[in-house]
T-cell receptor, first 116, second 114 residues
């Protein structure tokens, strides 16, 4: 069974602070993919990143960075110099193959509030 | 290019009624998935279709069904609505039928069951 845990329900920071969102996953598959999505108040899920289980290199994209550690089954997401526009719910997800397709198992999300 | 589109945006139904939700994938995408997101929770997988065939089904009752058309658009049908079916229903499209490719989501249909 696949499981994704996002222990932080809500985080509040002041603009320009750095913030890290935690994600811990469980899977018996040796090949799997991890994702992060952003859900602003409008409701649409916005894809941020996909990483496969064989690539543990950290990735940076602008103010966003991701730290993948198989040893601790974690895939954490850091926003540097946060901005008000970063306020949203962030979901970590795990991809599993099923019957020739794939499904995403999501965590419960972390609500990030960035205030002036 | 247009993203994933869903209709209607909002819907209000009463218990016992039937509802049909529609989704058009990104042009060129042949796989469509449906998710249910109850308020305060992460999306839950319902179905995935590729080339008009069901490729995956989540842990949902038989009241939930779906299909995919030759143009790759999809419908999600829910019969005998319950109050607990109130949720945001999200459709996602993927470029390939298998593998772990990213899924691109539509804006969702917010269903309220009274």
């Amino acid at each position: 069974a696949q499981k994704v845990t996002q222990a932080q329900t809500e985080i509040s920071v002041v603009e320009k602070e750095d913030v890290t969102l935690d994600c811990v996953y469980e899977t018996r598959d040796t090949t799997y993919y991890l994702f992060w999505y952003k859900q602003p108040p409008s409701g649409e899920l916005v894809f941020l990143i996909r990483r496969n289980s064989f690539d543990e290199q950290n990735e940076i994209s602008g103010r966003y960075s991701w730290n993948f550690q198989k040893s601790t089954s974690s895939f954490n997401f850091t926003i540097t110099a946060s901005q008000v526009v970063d306020s949203a719910v962030y979901f970590c997800a795990l991809s599993a193959l099923t019957g020739g397709g794939n499904k995403l198992t999501f965590g419960t999300g972390t609500q990030l509030k960035v205030e002036l | 290019d247009a993203g994933v589109t869903q209709s209607p945006t909002h819907l209000i139904k009463t218990r016992g009624q039937h509802v049909t939700l529609r989704c058009s994938p990104i042009s060129g995408h042949k796989s469509v998935s449906w998710y249910q997101q109850v308020l305060g929770q992460g999306p839950q997988f319902i179905f995935q279709y590729y080339e008009k065939e069901e490729r995956g089904r989540g842990n949902f009752p038989d009241r939930f069904s779906a299909r995919q058309f030759p143009n790759y658009s999809s419908e999600l049908n829910v019969n005998a609505l319950l109050l607990g079916d109130s949720a945001l229903y999200l459709c996602a499209s993927t470029g390939l039928g298998g593998g772990h490719n990213e899924q691109f989501f539509g804006p969702g249909t917010r269903l309220t069951v009274l």
